[in-house]
């Protein structure tokens, strides 16, 4: 069975840095890309970059100064960095496999809200 | 950036009848569009991939057409179950982008 959860905090404060992990298991991690993206309250989906397993990586300009995606093949995890959050931040980040360029699997998503 | 248009924003359906969607993209991405169904409190699910390939286990109700610049999702005879709403999403150009969305409720 295929899944992906997403962990971490779901509560970060403004200038603090938010980090999640995504658990892969029921399929490899090799030879996929890995995507977060996300979706702020009532709106809609933004892509916000993703890495290969070999750990090359590519992000949305609009958040490439603040983001960072890493993966650990071993521990079939993939994370997301975003530093100096603030209320635009807040969503709900999903991350998800990317198999030719279409993310065709997705976790549940995890709510993060940026606030003091 | 590529910008994706959705039309139109809500469409409010009887249960039995055709849907459309339809999605414009700024500039030509060939066929590298998909389409995803989101229920509220869910993740999206891919359902159309490359403008016109059905996903795996996808009812065949659904299915998608077109190229270069527009595009469309069609719903043959709507189920309560596909109310919800369809984004588009385009993987042609970094940085990958999603339109708006189409909410499709039921009358």
């Known amino acids: 069975q295929v899944q992906l959860q997403e962990s971490g905090p779901r509560l970060v404060k403004p200038s603090e840095t938010l980090s999640l992990t995504c658990t892969v298991s029921?399929?490899?991690?090799?030879?996929?890309?890995w995507s977060w993206i996300r979706q702020r309250p009532g709106k809609g989906l933004e892509w916000i970059g993703y890495v290969y397993y070999t750990g090359s990586t590519e992000y949305n300009p609009s958040l490439k100064s603040r983001v960072s995606i890493s993966v650990d093949t071993s521990k079939k995890q993939v994370s997301l960095k975003v530093t100096s959050v603030t209320a635009a931040d807040t969503a709900v980040y999903y991350c998800?496999?990317?198999?030719?360029?279409?993310?065709?699997?997705w976790g549940q998503g995890t709510l993060v809200s940026v606030s003091s | 950036e590529i910008v994706l248009t959705q039309s139109p924003d809500l469409q409010s359906v009887t249960p039995g009848e055709k849907v459309t969607i339809t999605c414009r993209a700024s500039?030509?991405?060939?066929?590298?569009l998909h389409w995803y169904q989101q229920k509220p409190g869910q993740s999206p699910k891919l359902l159309i991939k490359y403008a016109s390939q059905t996903f795996s286990g996808v009812p065949s109700r659904f299915s998608g057409s077109g190229s270069g610049t527009d595009f469309t999702l069609t719903i043959n005879s709507l189920e309560t179950e596909d109310a919800a709403t369809y984004y588009c999403?385009?993987?042609?150009?970094?940085?990958?982008?999603f339109g708006p969305g189409t909410k499709v409720d039921l009358k």
């Open positions: 500039q030509s991405i060939d066929t590298r």
């Open positions: 998800a496999r990317d198999h030719g360029n279409l993310a065709d699997f």
């Open positions: 029921g399929l490899s991690i090799n030879y996929y890309y």
């Open positions: 999403h385009q993987s042609s150009r970094f940085p990958f982008t």
